[in-house]
């Protein structure tokens, strides 16, 4: 009798561990399967936005997706092994991507002007499209790390004094103060003040190098390397006499215009040009 009356109590017992297994071994199947169908991390050849602020990169496995915020349109590149390029219509052989507008496309321009490394970093979109994250990586980290090393001897610099500085504009044959509020911000000047700028033959313009009159190499080289427009800057408040500027020049000293011309070239075309890297410590 003791024998039977626990029989039962096995067999329920049992039943319940049966269970246990069989649900136990059904979650496990489904955390497997989920994770198999989980989005994984994308490692590798990518590059992350960090001060721009007018474009974004997205990646996916086999494919990665810029938004520009400029042109209102979003680029869509694909792996030409991939299963969404083979089923795409608008993919060739040679070409895996398409263009999709942005709908209720605006630009913000109170943010106007961008900054020194919003205007760099678009090197990491242009990386992109040729599978060149990796170096436009490198090459932003190299400007920026010099970048912000020379901003620090600056502050140091300026704590022993502080130039004052007043831009100017040339229209129609009249020099007079720039009245932008960016450019004013926490300087209080007017026509008729007066400035030692003359006397100490300190007048600075931003047309040092050009290709012409109207072409001038600001506008370009000086957004890839800003690194070179604040050491012109460092130069032109705090002289010292030992370094050239590439931008400015001093129009107080009389000093000409580079002209900038294919002959300037000394590499190989096909080798990437490095950016310049300035001594500091």
Request: charged fraction near 20%.
């Amino acid at each position: 009798m003791a024998y039977s009356s626990s029989r039962p109590c096995f067999k329920v017992v049992w039943y319940f561990f049966s269970l246990h297994a069989f649900f136990a071994s059904r979650a496990a199947l489904y955390v497997t399967e989920a994770a198999k169908s989980a989005p994984q991390p994308v490692v590798g050849n990518i590059s992350k936005v960090e001060d721009a602020k007018l474009f974004q990169i997205y990646y996916g496995q086999s494919f990665k997706v810029l938004k520009n915020s400029i042109d209102g349109k979003s680029y869509l590149l694909m792996q030409d092994t991939s299963k969404m390029a083979a089923k795409t219509k608008y993919c060739t052989g040679r070409i895996k991507s398409f263009v999709v507008p942005l709908s209720n496309y605006s630009v913000d321009t109170t943010n106007s002007p961008l900054s020194f490394f919003e205007r760099a970093e678009w090197i990491k979109y242009l990386g992109t499209f040729t599978n060149s994250e990796l170096r436009a990586n490198a090459v932003y980290n190299a400007i920026k790390s010099n970048y912000m090393c020379l901003s620090k001897a600056a502050a140091s610099l300026s704590g022993r004094f502080k130039p004052v500085v007043a831009w100017l504009e040339y229209k129609q044959g009249v020099w007079s103060f720039s009245k932008e509020s960016y450019k004013l911000q926490n300087i209080n000047v007017g026509d008729d003040s007066c400035f030692g700028f003359v006397t100490n033959q300190s007048v600075w313009r931003y047309d040092k190098k050009a290709l012409g009159p109207m072409t001038l190499d600001w506008y370009d080289g000086a957004i890839s390397q800003p690194q070179l427009v604040l050491a012109d800057l460092i130069e032109a408040f705090f002289p010292t006499g030992n370094y050239t500027t590439t931008y400015f020049r001093n129009l107080a000293k009389e000093e000409g215009v580079t002209k900038v011309g294919p002959e300037m070239c000394n590499r190989n075309i096909s080798a990437p040009m490095e950016p310049i890297i300035l001594p500091c410590q």
